[in-house]
């Protein structure tokens, strides 16, 4: 295993082996039942890929969100991000892991209430050690870079779901991680202000080569990234370069 | 992330909720108001034991004549006179004793210039008031040939002096002791209330052969109201009062089984019995008060509880963007520590304020010392401590997954 952890330094970010997910839970007769949501998933995502993840509610796409995120752990199975076998690691591990290798933007945005947009962004820098003047500065040039500049000092209250989105995005910017995971990041958002944002995020695919992991059940946000995973109860059943073509298949 | 940072957010949260924050800590103020207070209460009436203790002398005992029954009707205390001088001069022989003081008493009226004054008069030797403990604020006490020639010559307890001249300075006036003219020699230094809360500064001393032959004499010559005794030692303080009793029985030829005529008690005994009521009730404030302390934890510990799982989706929110359970721990914890250390200082600050109000107004004796504020500091920041722990250890341990679920 210690000579397996130090192997990969390739092109290769993300690599899944055999991973299974199952969740036990109490029935009302006192029983533990166990549920599994994800069969072995084998999935490797090269850096610079801006890869979907689709499918029905209940096809198992937001635990492996989580999963690849971090924030949960594989019941079985191995999965290596950015060279490290991530399911064997502690707490306080996944927790730097997740400040420094993964950022994260999510549907509700997720922004800390009562807190400026400026003090939001700069939230991961100071868990990540750095002084709170430093951390302002950086993300007040993330802001800059989004256009949210002038709204800095806002609260999240005062902006709009697309500006707000914009700040979720500003802190997930401002480690670098290597890895962009966006769970339905459109989902509160209306068309126009939709597709500024996916605008934005090809924009960072294609001019940063940010690999970006996208999940949605929108066949029209799912047509902007370049591959297309399709998961149903809890198998990969499509996993392809996406082209206009499936985009219209799948629209029929 | 850098504990400043920490201290800052922990700080944010407890703006956001002024009013809970401000009720929470209110706990914390009266808990550490009433401690203050209940301590400093204790604390100043011990004080003033000791001092009262300290101004009486040490190891001393007073004897006093017995009571004495006739067909069965008791007389009381001190009701015949079978103490004397003699008895006095015989005890200050025994080993365990090094001197004695024999007393005599009454009600006198005294007059200087216009001015005319009551007072208890105490007769007595020149040792009264080493033995006693007397410092002199002017003047001195009277001797040895005062005593034998019994001198018309008196000390004036400080109220007595007050009372009788004022300003003036009465070093070496004459007096009128129902009137005849004594000179003062002496003004006692004040020593305030006895135990039993008697005025010990207003009186007047003279030699006791002055006071039997010309002021207090009465029909059994020799006898006195009571005596001071001095034991030698602190620890041999038992075995003085055996040596007392026994000699005074041998002398008063009391037979076997009869009881005495006499009571010897030990001043310092009563003292003790005096400073270890203070000591339970300072001890019996002080808990009554960290109980309000210790509700005032538990209000914490409630609040934090529930802020915790309000704000569950803020905490899985800090964990995604990558807060590790110590920075969560930390932030928490230091919340309810700042609700604590906040409620300290003004608990602190109210309790030194009553403690002065109550020193004002009930003229009791009221002591704060360092020591008194660095417990009630310490009492709150263990309080933070402790009952901030688990809600902050239940924060730090949620899942992100469904801390970030939870709506």
Sequence with gaps: ?252 | MNLLAIISEALRALRQNRLRTGLTMLGMIIGVAAVVLMLSIGQGARTKINETIAAMGSNLFIVVPGATSSGGFSFGSGSVRTLTINDSHAIADLPSVSATSPVVTGTVQLNYAAKNWSTIITGTTPNYFTVGNWKMESGAGFTESDLRSAARVVILGSVTAKNLFGDEDPIGKTIRITNRPFQVVGVLMAKGQSLTGRDQDDTVIIPITTSERQITGSQFPGSIRYMLVQGKSASDMDIAEIEITQLLRQRHRIAKGKENDFTVRNLTAIADVATDAAKVMSIVLGSIASVSLLVGGIGIMNIMLVSVTERTREIGIRMAIGANQRAILTQFLLEAIMICIMGGVIGLLLGIGGAWLVSRFADMLIVITLGMVGLAFLFASAVGIFFGFYPAKKAASLKPVDALRYE
């Excluded at chain 1, 039942?33 to 993840?53: H, K, S």
């Excluded at chain 1, 709204?151 to 005062?158: G, I, S, T, V, Y």
């Excluded at chain 1, 670098?176 to 769970?183: C, G, N, T, V």
């Excluded at chain 1, 996993?239 to 499936?246: E, R």
Aim: charged content about 20%.
């Design chain 1, 1 to 252: 295993m210690t000579f397996a952890q130090t192997a990969p330094a390739t092109q290769t970010l993300i690599r899944i082996d055999d991973l299974c997910k199952s969740y036990s839970l109490q029935d009302a007769n006192g029983r533990t039942v166990t549920n599994q949501v994800l069969f072995d998933i084998n999935l490797t995502i090269q850096r610079g890929e801006f890869v979907a993840i689709m499918g029905h509610s209940g096809s198992g796409k937001s635990t492996l969100m989580n999963i690849l995120g971090c924030l949960d752990v594989p019941t079985s199975g191995s999965y290596w991000l950015d060279g490290q076998n991530v399911a064997t690691l502690s707490s306080n591990e996944l927790a730097q892991i997740r400040n420094q290798s993964i950022g994260f933007v999510f549907q509700g945005f997720n922004l800390l209430k009562r807190m400026t947009a400026l003090d939001n962004v700069a939230t991961p820098l100071l868990y990540a050690g750095v002084s709170r003047s430093q951390s302002r500065m950086r993300a007040l040039e993330l802001l800059r870079q989004t256009g949210l500049e002038r709204f800095a000092e806002h609260q999240p209250n005062q902006l709009s779901g697309g500006q707000q989105q914009r700040v979720a995005i500003s802190r997930a910017l401002i480690n670098h991680p290597p890895l962009i995971l966006a769970d339905e990041p459109t989902g509160n958002l209306d068309t126009q202000t939709s597709a500024e944002i996916m605008q934005l995020f090809t924009q960072l695919n294609e001019e940063q080569g940010m690999t970006i992991v996208l999940v949605t059940h929108e066949d029209d946000i799912a047509a902007y990234a370049k591959r297309l995973i399709r998961l149903k109860d809890g198998h990969v059943i499509v996993d392809k370069n996406n082209t206009v073509a499936d985009f219209v298949e799948s629209a029929s």
